[in-house]
T-cell receptor, first 115, second 112 residues
Framework: AQSVAQPEDQVNVAEGNPLTVKCTYS??????LFWYVQYPNRGLQFLLK??????LVKGSYGFEAEFNKSQTSFHLKKPSALVSDSALYFC?????????????FGAGTQVVVTP | DADVTQTPRNRITKTGKRIMLECSQT?????MYWYRQDPGLGLRLIYY???????NKGEISDGYSVSRQAQAKFSLSLESAIPNQTALYFC???????????FGQGTRLTVV
């Protein structure tokens, strides 16, 4: 069975500092990996995805993520956080094989960026 | 107009009542999903459908049913609502392979 873990319920960072949100996954075969962001009272917005190829993926709003197959991780990063980055972030995986097509989410990490 | 539209946006219902949440999409996608969001639990998959004739249970399908009326429409029903079904419900669509999912704005359901 596939699964996604976001080990941190909340990440606190000062504005201008680097931001990292962690994600690890378990899936059969090669995964498709995604990051989404949710602002208060809004739906989920797509940030970036890893399908194949370059392990460093760049996405919206200056975010990037690094796929590490040996560590089964897909951590989200931003070099310099903004107060407006404060939101709830979700990692998701879609696997192949028995779980083909099913999109599964982690529990989410609340990011708080302080001025 | 939004790519994925959910109705209603908010609903309060009584225990034991049947309620239907509706979702329609204009993306032309074959895949549609229903999730519920609870604080600290993230999004949990209720049901998903890869085409009109394909319906699959997710992690937490007990107490729910779905209907895929057309490629663009996927509705979620609570046959007899109970208070622990109070949550934020999201519909999503995606294309095949590595396509990202597109989400509706959510339906906030309260069962009293």
């Amino acid at each position: 069975a596939q699964s996604v873990a976001q080990p941190e319920d909340q990440v606190n960072v000062a504005e201008g500092n680097p931001l990292t949100v962690k994600c690890t996954y378990s899936v059969s075969g090669n995964p498709y990996l995604f990051w989404y962001v949710q602002y208060p009272n809004r739906g989920l917005q797509f940030l970036l995805k890893y399908i194949t190829g370059d392990n460093l993926v760049k996405g919206s709003y200056g975010f990037e993520a690094e796929f590490n197959k040996s560590q089964t991780s897909f951590h989200l990063k931003k070099p310099s956080a903004l107060v407006s980055d404060s939101a709830l972030y979700f990692c998701a995986v879609r696997g192949v094989g028995p779980s083909w097509g099913k999109l599964q989410f982690g529990a989410g990490t609340q990011v708080v960026v302080t001025p | 107009d939004a790519d994925v539209t959910q109705t209603p946006r908010n609903r309060i219902t009584k225990t034991g009542k049947r309620i239907m949440l509706e979702c329609s999409q204009t993306k032309g996608h074959d895949r549609m999903y229903w999730y519920r969001q609870d604080p600290g639990l993230g999004l949990r998959l209720i049901y998903y459908s890869f085409d009109v004739k394909d319906i699959n249970k997710g992690e937490i399908s007990d107490g729910y049913s779905v209907s895929r009326q057309a490629q663009a429409k996927f509705s979620l029903s609570l046959e007899s609502a109970i208070p622990n079904q109070t949550a934020l419900y999201f519909c999503a669509t995606s294309g095949q392979g590595g396509s990202e999912a597109f989400f509706g704005q959510g339906t906030r359901l309260t069962v009293v």
